[in-house]
């Protein structure tokens, strides 16, 4: 079928014109799109550059921090090699504390049974040297520090040789002394208001390897009993322990 153009020719040859007020339409929505554009730019600066002084605002902070930790540490350097040290230095403090003698445990026994009928004058003993190499605990036959140590009694009692053997017997019995023996006795008519002994004992002072644990603990208190407090006084040097009690 053949199309027919009833245009004028004039109006032919122009093309057809949209109308004003589609054109305005158009344009319209360009400027609103175009605005809506420059708001949504303007939103994401905004959220960027608050998001953007935060983030500067914690790494700030977090370069405060730094600093104080990084001070803190060198306040910490002495002490950075203090447990290798303390590592190193407690077996020697477990073989000091486990071979030591007990002193203030051996006095507070001694008290205890010396007889009424008798009184120390003096006593002067010393204990076996600290062996820091023997083993924690020990077997039964190695339970003693060898050699023994020594000690000594000088003291008064009523005229009789029967309380001299009397405290003999007892100090046999402690058990911090072994192998008592009288060294002298002597009857003494003029020092006193009534006739006394003069006597000495002579004694082995017994160290038991750990007796009283094995090692030091650290970073406790430990208060010591009557009968079973693990006591730290009279430990001293890696050497002979002396000690001299007079009235």
Do not use: C, H
């Not at 554009?37 to 370069?63: K, S, T």
């Not at 950075?80 to 051996?106: M, S």
């Not at 006591?231 to 007079?246: C, H, K, L």
């Amino acid at each position: 079928m053949r199309r027919i153009n009833l245009l004028p020719p004039e109006d032919r040859r122009r093309g057809v014109a949209l109308p004003a007020a589609t054109r305005s339409g158009i344009l319209g929505m360009l400027l609103i799109l175009g605005a809506l554009l420059l708001l949504v730019m303007i939103g994401l600066y905004l959220y960027y550059y608050i998001r953007l002084g935060n983030e500067e605002e914690q790494i700030a902070q977090l370069d405060q921090d730094i600093a104080r930790e990084q001070a803190r540490i060198q306040e910490l350097a002495p002490f950075r090699d203090l447990q290798a040290r303390l590592d190193a230095k407690k077996p020697i403090a477990d073989g000091i504390f486990r071979t030591r003698f007990p002193w203030d445990e051996f006095l507070r026994g001694l008290s205890f049974v010396i007889p009424e009928s008798t009184a120390l004058d003096s006593l002067v003993a010393q204990a076996t040297p600290i062996n820091i190499q023997a083993p924690a605990g020990g077997a039964p036959e190695v339970q003693n520090l060898e050699p023994p140590g020594t000690v000594t009694f000088t003291g008064i009692a009523l005229p009789d040789y029967q309380n001299v053997s009397d405290f003999i017997v007892r100090m046999n019995n402690l058990r911090f002394l072994a192998n008592a023996d009288l060294t002298s006795a002597e009857l003494d008519r003029e020092s006193f208001t009534r006739p006394a002994i003069n006597f000495e004992v002579g004694a082995d002072l017994v160290t038991r390897i750990g007796e009283n644990g094995d090692e030091v603990l650290l970073g406790t208190e430990e208060d010591g009993d009557e009968e079973n407090g693990a006591a730290d006084e009279g430990a001293g040097p890696p050497g002979a322990q002396a000690s001299r009690v007079e009235r």
